[in-house]
């Protein structure tokens, strides 16, 4: 098996995002709906992770999926949920079968393999 060295994502990239395109923290701000650019300015050093809305707002100002702006809050999560699914696989394996807890079983191991794939392609 080769080795695969990860490298950490940083949590969000809108910063790069909202440079590339030119817009200041305060034009940004206007086009999420936010009182003034210190919310935006929260969100790109990591202090504050924004809203539902507004991170659906960032995916339809710069046309990037929310997993590529928030790259970092993803993979945590993905990998949170992948450890997660593995425990709750090894639960209902200790349980007397079932055909719903094989159809679980399958589902999360699922889970667990498209995050392992993601996890790795994104090296």
Do not use: W
């Amino acid at each position: 098996m080769a080795n695969l060295t990860m490298t950490r994502k940083l949590e969000n990239y809108v910063r790069r995002y909202r440079r590339r395109a030119g817009l200041s923290q305060d034009e940004m701000a206007f086009l999420l709906g936010c009182q003034s650019g210190t919310k935006v300015s929260h969100y790109e050093r990591f202090a504050r992770q924004p809203s539902l809305a507004n991170a659906f707002g960032y995916e339809a100002v710069f046309g990037a999926p929310m997993r590529d702006l928030f790259a970092g809050v993803y993979e945590q999560s993905l990998n949170i949920v992948q450890k997660r699914a593995g425990a709750l696989a090894k639960i209902l394996e200790s349980q007397e079968f079932s055909r719903g807890n094989s159809r679980k079983l399958e589902f999360l191991n699922a889970i667990t393999s498209s995050s392992q794939s993601q996890v790795s392609s994104d090296s």
